[in-house]
């Protein structure tokens, strides 16, 4: 059924054929008989990499086929979100090894973008934690693989945007919890040189994360707030939290129920914001106990909250630099600073170590920034992506909807590597998205 299609960003926004499929017979059938194929889960990546010709959603693909709540082991089949997850898991003490921002989010599409989260210093990205995996390639195999049986498939399947097929089937292990609660400590930072410090201070913590105000000058430049956390443990809740310690918490009620103006997002409102985001703290270091859904998913809370931005959309800038190149993350931010394209949710995270194929982290900063399209916008953002390329870094897939070839193919040092194992399992460029396209990874 033909249907015009947009991911988070509401950029870009096409005509794509969709369909759906709830056996693995129906996926060789369908790409017998259809090429510029792509898979897509719940929509919750925010630029092109799940658009094409022909879209196949895995939502009814969504199937719980084992759980072992002994050791913490989660089967399912792609199609599944991290929430439906939830509301297995965590009543059984156990909780997701990795998650990021949003739990509206398919596991398949937690393996194509190879998501990380708060813990990646301490726990990796998702790869990390997959037993093994079952993916549907070019040549209508399905193929059972993992970091030790069809490596390159496994590798190049985690963070490789659905390049190599369709992934049906998950296996991957939990995080064991004693509550369904985060305690947390949130500590305001002066300027951008505070808030690092405070990051390699508190770095023993398995969760961190830092809300930056982006648009600041002179002695607060760069200001900003370090969340950091750890599961805690039943002894450190208060009496009513102790009456359902593994309890899920409620759905999120409210919504944006429609496209807001543009004209509402601008340097004024996003200042206004950022001067009351960074004042509701009135006190340098708050310590208390949250439920996991505020901590992990404080946006889920409001749904359609990308419709804010308006019916142009967004795009979200993420990008990651070496950990020594602490200059090129000031540089960016005076260059957002000076043009005044501030945004509400700019997001500092470290990454750990890590060696992957294709997958975004590299061990460092990474900042994720959200920028209403408008005139002037992508750019600009060239201008940044300059400067990514510069200090050594690279942009997330996921993320991107404008990225010029020339900038993933010089940033990502696995590219060419990645690019031969998806014609082995993709010789026919069956499975290819207006992103792969664009950064030339499949031929037009």
Known sequence: ?????????????????????????????????????????????????????????????????????????????????????????????????????????????????????????????????????????????????????????????????????????????????????????????????????????????????????????????????????????????????????????????LTVPFNLPSFILNTFTVKAFNWLYYNKNTKREINNVVSYEPFFYPLDAILHWNRGYGKAGFVQYQFVLPLEKKDGLVKILQRISDKGLGSFLAVLKVFGKQESLISFPMEGYTLALDFPVRKGLFEFLDELDAIVLQYGGRLYLSKDARMKQEVFWNSYPNAQKFAAIVKTYNGDQVFRSVQSDRLLLTEK
């Not at 988070?8 to 194929?37: K, M, R, V």
């Not at 439906?84 to 398919?106: A, C, S």
């Not at 194509?112 to 989260?117: E, K, P, T």
């Open 1 to 253: 059924m033909e249907k015009r299609l947009a991911n988070w960003g509401n950029y870009p926004a096409l005509s794509c054929d969709e369909s759906t499929f709830s056996q693995d017979e129906q996926i060789q059938d369908f790409i017998s008989s259809h090429n510029s194929i792509i898979a897509r889960g719940n929509g919750r990546c925010y630029g092109d990499a799940s658009l094409a010709t022909f879209s196949v959603s895995t939502l009814k693909y969504d199937k719980v086929l084992a759980f072992d709540t002994v050791n913490g082991i989660f089967e399912c089949q792609s199609g599944i979100t991290l929430d439906q997850i939830l509301e297995i898991i965590v009543p059984e003490g156990w909780f997701l090894p990795v998650t990021p921002g949003t739990k509206f989010i398919t596991v398949g599409g937690a393996v194509a973008s190879d998501v990380h989260g708060k813990n990646h210093h301490v726990d990796g990205s998702f790869s990390n934690h997959i037993i093994s995996m079952d993916v549907i390639t070019g040549n209508k195999d399905t193929i059972t693989c993992s970091a030790l049986v069809e490596p390159d498939l496994f590798w190049a399947t985690c963070g490789g945007m659905g390049l190599t097929g369709i992934i049906t089937r998950v296996r991957f292990y939990l995080k064991k919890i004693e509550t369904a609660y985060i305690k947390q400590k949130q500590i305001k930072a002066r300027n951008l040189e505070d808030l690092i410090r405070l990051f390699e201070e508190y770095n023993k913590y398995t969760y961190s994360m830092a809300w930056i105000d982006c648009l600041k000058k002179g002695d607060s430049f760069g200001r900003g707030i370090l969340i950091v956390g750890e599961h805690a443990t039943a002894d450190q809740l208060s009496d009513s939290q102790r009456k359902d310690i593994l309890k899920v918490p409620g759905k999120g009620k």
